[in-house]
DNA sequence: GCCGTTTTCGGCCCGACTGTTTTCAGTCG
């Protein structure tokens, strides 16, 4: 899979031509980068197929280039660009307040090529002094080094929330505060996000200003404006906050919420109708005449479009969908009647069947099953056939006890060889079969891929568990081809899972939708270890709503009946 | 280098904040 590695190599190129000054090529060069990030097959394939040219961005020369790259692992053109430039660009692009012309600049005059050498020179105090330069700037630059030392990563969602409720308290306590949004990757419900964005509506910016940058916890502040100030908190996380006006409130908020590709197209549609879009609002081009601004409905309408949910807004078809009227009507929380995935003290969760059963109901859920692991050394403390029959005891007797429904089930390692080490016929007695990969999780894909679907082929399996055991911010995801996957789960009536837990977010939204395209349905589960867990359905909803899923594609949201037909096998 | 609901040529999103200088370039989102 060289998906990735393209990836770097288009980006890089891009960074060298920005900082050559080539016009207009870098955001080529990044356009068909970002494109290619995002394909959910191995993109060697599309290439034997002979449609690079149809990846959007992709045209005759970079798609030479990757083609170059499929074939030789090396692209000649990138070598020798790298050998024209001799800095290390890749390194110094990341330290803030740093670009591409300062780092032209710091070259020429003080031949600095990479970390080391500017470090060195600002040490020196010979930054300060050159034109454009000054103490200020050595400063920030200085720190930006320290930062990168310690490179903060992103943080998962799910401890962003708490975050955002904290900074949301704090502002909506002020009575010249009007309205607080969270808008950035967060309110598109990504797994993972980098800095909160708050937008408020709020008459005087001024007074905002001075108690967003005074409340606890702030450790630096990184800009303070008029309208718009950026702060650090304790825990390394960067929140930027912005102050409008009622009337541009739906223009900020399609700004903020982003995602920056999809505003960029909005604001191309704008144009082809003479008119213009920032974050104050939409106008005519000429003549400044107001359009619309008030709400992101407003404006959506006035361009043609139907309203878009932020999940969406990643300019992947959704404009296009919007424009046809073709947009789906996506899973909300209140959708879901119950979740699957749900361990408890007879494999290695903490709570008994019964403390998780009266937990999801009082959630208000309406079903849950229980998928203890089953399997091998390398899980704690694994149901085996032996202790089979007393859990499902167990799981009957809380049927008895709570109004909700519970399905029996476990979670069965899929073995290093594709096999399950449980018979065919045993596990039919079991309502829900989920099947995960756990161990020997460095197989190459053709192998691995191989291992998971003879597994889906070969046993009754109800859900693939988080179909890429990957662990957020820690563990890649296995080397697996998914489309075979989800033509093998499509054939044989198998649900992908959509994992809610904080660390997994497994299957992420680009790839449920991919799944969604090959005509794959899901299951949603929270792999809860313990009673707490039971929440994070919410953030499995997130990811469905991410992949374009309506209620039809997810089991959740399903009556009994018809899960129970489904189930069957 | 890519792309097309005015286009196969001529565009390519748009504005705030900072630091440095004194009207603006660079960076960022």
Redesign the pocket.
Known sequence: MKNQLIVKILNNIADILELQEV???P???R??AQSIESLSEDIADIYERNEL?EI????????EKIAEIIETGKLKYYEKLKKEIKIDLEQLNE?????????KFLYKTLDVRDLKDLEKVLKQHKV?EL????????E?LLHGIELLKKRPSRFLYFHAISIVEMVKKNLESYDFVKKVEVAGSFRRGKETVG?L?ILVVSSQPAKVMDVFIKMKDVIEVL???????SIRLSNGM?V?LRVVHEKEYGAALLYFIGS?DH??EL??VA??R?W?????GLTTLMGNKWIAGRTQEDIYRKLGLRFIEPELRENKGELEAARLGKLPALVTVKDIKGVFHNHTTWSDGHNSHLEMAQKAEELGLKFMSFNDHFGHIGITNPLTEKRLGKYLQEIDKVQKKVGIKVFTGVEIDILKDGTLPLSQAKLRKLDVVIASVHVAINMKEKEMTKRVCNALSNYPINILGHPQDRLLLEREPLALNLDKVFDAAKKHDVFMEINGSPKRMDLPGELVKAGLDAGCKFALSTDAHDTSHLTFYPLAVNLARRGWVEQKHLLNCWSFGKIEKALQK
């Open positions: 016009e207009f090529k955001i080529a060069y356009r068909a040219e959007p961005g992709v045209g005759k020369h970079i798609g330290i803030p307040g740093l670009g591409p012309k300062k780092i300060r034109e454009g330069f000054g103490e200020k700037t050595e920030t800095d964005d800009a303070k404006g008029g309208t718009k100030s960067q930027d920056k505003n960029v604001r191309k144009l082809k003479g213009t879009l920032n974050e104050y």
